[in-house]
């Protein structure tokens, strides 16, 4: 492990290092404690650990709710090599999407060879911080594949923001899930067709589980809807022990 | 119009009175202005105008967020008296119940019934109190159907919490609702078919509508979802006007 000098952005202390070769970012409030919460944030597809969306929720969860956070870098995305393979399904997409055909299909493929590299790494990162607050999970499209992927083999993570993802491989990994988990559905998603993201709904295990749709496509999820995602960890993450 | 004294329950000033013959109950915070939100709150089958769920929730709506809240009872409810045609409505669902047998499509009828006579009662009512705050509905279930009719006809209402329901004819009134709505649906609801409540969310013609679905029979509706609805109202009658 390698580590960066911490540096303090907007107010929120941040800390940057590498986990084997995967470039990792935790924010955490100045207060010294390692009992607080710990949210993990997954970027969505072509993004990365420091993206926009990413930072701006870590900055509210530190700074609203005295919660930590970590990001990491999907496996090829951010600084991170791509693999021969990575390379053949990010030309595909590309491909599809600029003929005007659904990308869909070939996302959900290259989203599952992303979850099953990326589970060993996040797992790697939070032995690494050692928390011992509990822990929540936050990611959509892309970042829920992986998150999936993660709640099914990662006991430590207790609740889950979801969504924008259907497919077989997903369904398989929420039929292991067990965690309250909150799941996002864009109602005119054009790269998840509705009875996929509902079908992958109903197969979480989870005892509880709500499903959010809204209007709109993909990339349109309303505003208000990741204040209640906010809202729901800090509920679950926050609850009296037992 | 005759009224009956206020009284305080809970430190939550009370004050009952008919419109007509229809029995209404005005919750209000004591400091005095006539621009605070209004809440209607609409019962379920079977219930009451003060029934614990209302009582619940006008409480929480004047002492957490000084909004008013109003109730009333539906026409053949509390202590009003029941047409002939209400006394067969709730003799065969009651018959239909003892056997086993679903009641969902004679609810359905019953509650039309219901909201033709309940929509012109609830516009009276809103008259009388003469608000000049923003309005908003909070009712599930037979509360919904009514609620429904009512948003279609009346333009005062801004926002609203609807669900548990379904069926033709309050999705052709749903087709004329434009007011912000979230909508409640049960999973697993013995009385209104999944598709059927999905079907009349897709019927709303509100720009902003959010589905909430959870696992569970009708009644089973999570604690937590009357929070969120309280806080998408507080959201909807807050908001800095224009």
Do not use: C
Not at 144 to 168: D, K
Not at 183 to 194: A, H, K, N, S, T
Not at 228 to 242: N, Q
């Amino acid at each position: 492990v390698s580590s960066l000098p911490e540096t303090t952005v907007q107010g929120v202390p941040e800390r940057s290092f590498l986990v084997g070769d995967v470039p990792v970012v935790l924010w955490t409030p100045s207060t010294p404690t390692d009992h607080r919460p710990l949210v993990l944030l997954a970027h969505g597809g072509g993004q990365h650990k420091k993206a926009p969306a990413v930072l701006a929720r870590a900055h509210q969860l530190v700074a609203r709710h005295g919660f930590a956070a970590m990001a990491v870098d999907a496996p090829g995305h951010g600084g991170r090599p791509r693999t021969r393979q990575d390379e053949r399904f990010v030309a595909a997409i590309r491909e599809l999407a600029a003929a005007g055909q659904p990308v869909g299909p070939v996302v959900e493929e290259y989203n599952s060879s992303l979850a099953a590299r990326a589970v060993p790494e996040w797992r790697a990162a939070l032995d690494h911080v050692a928390t011992r607050g509990p822990v929540g999970f936050w990611g959509v499209s892309m970042g829920a594949a992986i998150g999936l992927s993660l709640l099914a083999a990662e006991p430590r993570v207790t609740a889950a923001v979801l969504g924008l993802v259907g497919g077989e491989a997903p369904a398989r990994a929420a039929a292991r899930v067990t965690a309250p988990v909150v799941f996002l559905v864009q109602w005119d998603d054009e790269m998840v067709p509705r009875a996929s993201a509902v079908a992958l709904f109903d197969a979480l295990a989870s005892r509880e589980k709500t499903l959010h749709a809204n209007p709109g496509r993909h990339a349109a999820v309303p505003a208000f809807e990741w204040d209640a995602a906010e809202g729901f960890l800090v509920r679950h993450l926050t609850a009296a022990p037992g």
